[in-house]
């Protein structure tokens, strides 16, 4: 408990690794303790009982069923989409702090999980409430300065998406609202269509990939 809710263990990929294989660790050891004993009740177990506790301690820290993961606010997310791409890409499985955004106020630069109708999108925050962005050839520029933005990708190459993708605005964003896009300009569905968002659709941030394995560990920024 105190790894999970005071410690926020899981918050980190090394920290989730090592509370997975503790747990599976104390179910194993458990079942070991119980087969040694010399209780009747015990005595006609199986050696089968071992192997069945690893399986048990393993489902018991499977993250999509893991309370103490959820109750914790961390929550696994899958990508079914390439328009955070290369930061976030097609098939990850995100752990995303679901609590992060009560502590915090969502800032310029910040990768986030959103609300939008009955879909969850995962997006960049531009610029929140306040600021004034615009679209240039491609570029963005948030009150009137070009932001330097070594994440993004164009797929398109020199081919020019829809008119308001690469080329909008001024447009200011209201107080309560965030201007957010995706990394892979040319495919991404997002402020620039849609416009600004409530910063109350906010879900979360993510942290970090957990799967595939050859991306787990890898830190979302």
Known sequence: ????????VPGTYSGLISSVWLLIGLCVTASWDVMRSKSPATDKLSAWWL????????????LYTNALVRANGLQLFSIPSTSMEPSIQ????LIVDKHFYRLHKPTAGDVAIFRRGNLLIVKRIICTGGCTVSG????LLVGGKELSEP???HTMGQQVPAP???NFGPVRVPDGKLFIVGDNRDVSLDSRTFGPVDASSLIGRPLYV?????R???IIH
């Open 216 to 218: 787990a560990g890898t």
């Open 51 to 62: 192997p069945a506790a690893f399986v048990l301690g393993f489902l018991a820290t499977s």
């Open 136 to 139: 240039r050839d491609k570029a």
């Open 164 to 166: 308001e993708v690469a």
């Open 90 to 93: 097609l098939g990850d499985h």
């Open 151 to 153: 994440y993004v990708i």
């Open 210 to 214: 957990v799967r595939p394995f050859a």
């Open 1 to 8: 408990m105190v790894v999970y809710f005071a410690l926020r």
